[in-house]
């Protein structure tokens, strides 16, 4: 299958681009959840093509693509030196708001444009509208730190009683049913759920709304709606409150599921319990719908899947971006950039850092609009 074979490139090229182009830190960001490596590769930056870019690039939005981004960055100005590229991080509300409030050219979400907030983008975007453009995807990790416990299978229902505050201890009934050969703990389960209205927290709550309705009867969002647990501010906050916290669990990108923090393993329905792994959530997003209309490039993905292999919980970022109206200080570094991230050795980067490649036929048209741009 072609994209399984883009699969395996990409896992290739990204060990050699990424390695250590994590440890980059984007301007004006506490949000890295990066890791130590040496310096990076710089074998893909002959294929960037600078044009006339210039000057410095403002962007924020969701931390859960940081990490890729960050590894962008890194290739990006090396190739084209007269570039800074400023991506903060703060959360897809945040970038949102930014961008249709004219602060910076180009935003991060994990959640598509809502209708009102397309509508606020035409007094930004003169003549046109902000645009998604599907560019990194990945599995959203449920990560856990329980004494003793190296490996734990949860399903849709016990998930959505977790962090709905219903099951509270780790040796609860229903836990042991799903692991039968673990030794679960007479531990309060600490359940931490983002802070700051987040395009994590509105695919992850999707999954539960999706697979296990009875149990989650909130609407969904980017912001938090469950009563109970405790809270933390990005994708690093989770993380660091998971790795300190015995007992905790939360949701996260996949890429700051690590030093301590285990990733459990989800029963679908499938044949097997499903891994948090980049590879199967390749598998659940090459499914995923567009379901944009004109210009914009949104997806419908499938959170109830019950194909064996497949992750259910994932989300896919895009990039918001005006189709017309950009400004043109930034439009030629806007353009240069986001067709480096869609390019093939842009998204070769992403399997290296812990993310899923835009499934072929996606992205082609992804490449297309971003040379439309005006």
Not at 1 to 30: E, F, H, P
Not at 64 to 74: E, G
Not at 80 to 100: E, R
Not at 344 to 371: F, S
Request: glycine share 10%; net charge neutral.
């Amino acid at each position: 299958m072609k994209l399984q074979r883009k699969n395996r490139r990409a896992l290739a090229l990204g060990a050699i681009a990424v390695s250590g182009a994590l440890a980059l830190t984007a301007c004006g960001s506490d949000d890295t959840g990066t890791s130590d490596g040496a310096s990076s590769s710089t074998a893909a930056n002959s294929s960037i093509k600078c044009d006339d870019a210039k000057g410095q690039l403002l962007a924020d939005g969701s931390s859960a693509q940081k990490n890729a981004i960050d590894a962008w960055v890194k290739q990006f100005t090396a190739a084209c030196s007269g570039v800074q590229i400023n991506y903060k991080g703060g959360g897809s509300g945040a970038g949102v708001t930014a961008f249709t409030q004219g602060q910076v050219a180009f935003a991060g979400s994990d959640s598509a444009l809502k209708p009102e907030e397309v509508t606020a983008s035409k007094s930004v975007c003169k003549g046109g509208q902000g645009i998604d453009l599907p560019m990194v995807g990945g599995p959203i990790a449920v990560g856990f730190n329980v004494p003793g416990v190296d490996k734990l299978v949860l399903n849709a229902e016990t998930l959505a009683k977790i962090f709905d505050s219903k099951i509270t201890n780790w040796n609860d009934k229903a836990i042991k049913a799903l692991n039968p050969d673990a030794t679960l703990p007479d531990l309060k389960i600490q359940a931490f759920h983002r802070s700051d209205e987040s395009g994590t927290t509105d695919n992850f709550t999707k999954y539960l709304i999706a697979a296990s309705p009875a149990n989650w009867k909130y609407e969904g969002g980017k912001a938090w709606q469950a009563k109970g647990g405790q809270s933390a501010s990005g994708s690093s906050g989770v993380a660091q409150q998971v790795k300190q916290t015995s007992g905790a669990i939360s949701y996260m990108e996949l890429s700051y599921a690590k030093d301590g923090i285990v990733p459990v393993t989800i029963d679908t329905g499938a044949s097997a319990p499903v891994e948090a792994t980049v590879e199967n959530a390749t598998k659940a997003i090459a499914a995923a719908q567009v379901v944009g209309t004109g210009k914009d490039l949104s997806l419908k993905l499938d959170y109830a899947t019950k194909a064996d292999g497949a992750y259910p919980i994932t989300l896919v970022t895009y990039e918001i971006v005006c189709d017309k109206g950009n400004k043109s200080d930034s439009l030629p570094a806007t353009k240069a950039f986001l067709r480096y991230i869609a390019s093939e050795d842009g998204q070769g980067v992403l399997a290296g850092a812990g993310y899923a490649p835009i499934p072929d036929d996606i992205i082609a048209k992804v490449r297309t609009t971003i040379e439309g741009l005006s």
